[in-house]
């Protein structure tokens, strides 16, 4: 077998004559050159000597982080509602810490009306498969006038993708919320008090919703003409209750009263948002200044929600009856004119 001198291997083939070796090759110019890619190295384990484990911290600092925070802002809530229920008692709650108890009736109730709504809005969530925080509670004043509390919230980490998930999650926080403040409002009411308004209540005159003057005629604590009732502090956090659900059900952008209209109506839902905008400017004229406040920031938050992935097609008959509950109870905690002082 002859030795190819050419190619330094062994050939079968005939050797070429001089002729052929001189000609050029056909192919030489369309022959695309090998190329070899490395694969990327195999992530380090974190059994691995060399990974310091740095990613494995990483995540699980920003795991701790998510639950630390609302831990931390749940406890700050907690003294800050103590100390608003006790000075609402007339207690000073700095001068001796162990008056922070006095306040414990208001700030079990209205933590746990808070805990409720959003606690719907999680569990109902995560039955959907939607990923959201835990809920996030913000401490507010307890000085003067003061609850304790600006309210909570959870946050949305991954997109909903169906009206029916959209309506049922921005439903259920109400409804909870709605649900325990009945039933604060029914306790409180059988301790509180109906005085001469001559007497005083104090400064604050509060409006009386729909379903707040249902539980009064109810439980026969209607207050007869020149008298008010004096609502002890289980009562009044029910009453704040109320006052949340109205809030949160106006459907406005990305409230959950906006969650609800966008589910049920589509791109509708800017326009409903513009004009629930304006109501509450034409309300705040004559009526509580602090529907001026909520204008504004309602309208920085924006009129716009993100869409869905499912089409056109209506709700059906049970999520429509949910959405009807949903609006029941915004006519029922609506309050035109829900704070006076003086």
Known sequence: MPFDEQKGV???????SQSELNAPDQNAHTETPEITVQAPPEPLGPEDPFSGGIGDAHVENKSRTRILVPILLFFTTVLTTLAAGAMQEGVDPFRDPAELLVGFPFAVTLL??????????????????????????IPGPWFPFGIGTFGAFIQIKSPIYKKTALLDIGAAGPIAGFVVSIFAVAIGLQSSEIVPMSQGVGLIQLGDPLIFSFITSVLGKTAPEGYDIALNSVAFAGWIGFFVTMLNLLPIGQLDGG??????????????????IVTLVMLAIDGWWGWYLWAVLTALMGVNHPPVVDGPEPLDFKHRMVALASFLIFILTFMPNPIQIG
């Not at 062994?10 to 070429?16: I, Q």
């Not at 746990?112 to 509670?137: D, Q, S, W």
């Open 10 to 16: 062994k050939s079968d083939a005939p050797p070429l």
């Open 112 to 137: 746990l009306i808070l805990f409720c709504h959003e606690m719907g809005h999680y569990l109902t969530a995560k039955r959907y498969g939607v990923n959201v925080t835990l809920p996030y509670f």
């Open 259 to 276: 969650h609800i209209i966008f589910a049920l109506l589509g791109r509708k839902h800017r326009y409903i948002s513009m004009a629930m």
